[in-house]
């Protein structure tokens, strides 16, 4: 079986997903749980704050939580509708 790379999409639903617990996430969490580098992590979060997908919030000195939005609880559902119709839950393999 060929196993293709994440897409975009599938990084950022993912971290969406790991944000989305009620608490938000930190640094570390999403990009262990979401399985990207250090580099990765920084590009996908300024992304997503620019997008208004998920808000910064400072939860002591220095801890930094990452919370899901609305914007960004909508985005995650439309993604994972689209990955159910097209049979893709499980991943892609081919």
Known sequence: ?????RSNIEIIAD???V?????GAGKTEIMYSANMSY????KYLAFLMDQD???KIQVGNPSIKY???DKGNKLLKNIEDIM???GLEEGIDF
Request: net charge positive; no cysteine.
């Open 15 to 17: 971290m969406l997903r």
């Open 39 to 42: 580099a990765q992590i920084q």
């Open 53 to 55: 997908l998920i808000n």
């Open 84 to 86: 159910e119709m097209l």
């Open 19 to 23: 944000g989305n617990n009620g608490n």
């Open 1 to 5: 079986m060929l196993n293709i790379r």
């Open 67 to 69: 919370h899901v939005t």
